[in-house]
């Protein structure tokens, strides 16, 4: 079961695209039912018959049940770029809640060599990296290239640590600090 969702401003921004979503979804339905109706009076294959009375009113019909048909396949990508949208902004205000929700922030102590970290890398994606070096305001990760592209992140990007199967997401307070905040 997911956490609860905090009220934050990126929440409501997702939760509103995620709405504009589900909206334009039951449009694009409404719409493709409908156009589906106006083909019933062709389900028989009758042809259109040149010259005959209903020719005129055969051939408006067919043409506005090719636009319903149009508008709900607009309406389908437009429902479609509305949820992507709202997936990313969901998964930014997911990554927001957790950095908020932390009482403190991660400090350099609480990092050592070999260590798993999840972090940060642009507003929506979380990846996770193994930490080669402890620097004063960055940490350094094992890349891919061997040395050359190793990725550096700040602390502030840090979402959680995980050493020797324990994993935190907030960072560890010392006796000090505890001492100093309690008293």
Request: aromatic share 6%.
């Amino acid at each position: 079961m997911p956490p609860p969702r905090r009220d934050t401003p990126e929440q409501r921004y997702a939760n509103k695209l995620q709405n504009r979503a589900e909206a334009l979804a039951k449009q694009a339905d409404e719409q493709s039912e409908r156009a589906s109706g106006m083909y019933g009076r062709f389900a028989g294959g009758q042809p259109l018959l040149v010259g005959h009375h209903s020719y005129r009113s055969a051939l408006r019909d067919r043409d506005r049940a090719d636009n319903a048909t149009r508008r709900a396949i607009e309406l389908r990508d437009q429902a479609r770029e509305a949820q992507w949208k709202a997936d990313k902004a969901q998964a930014k205000a997911d990554i927001t809640a957790r950095t908020v929700e932390r009482t403190g922030p991660w400090q350099p102590s609480d990092f050592q060599p070999g260590d798993v970290v999840q972090a940060r890398t642009f507003e929506t994606q979380v990846d996770t990296f193994r930490v080669k070096r402890v620097n004063k305001k960055t940490l350094t990760m094992w890349g891919p290239g061997g040395g050359w592209d190793d990725p550096k992140r700040t602390y502030d990007r840090v979402l959680s640590r995980t050493r020797d199967g324990v994993t935190l997401t907030e960072p560890e307070r010392n006796a000090d600090e505890r001492d100093q905040t309690d008293g």
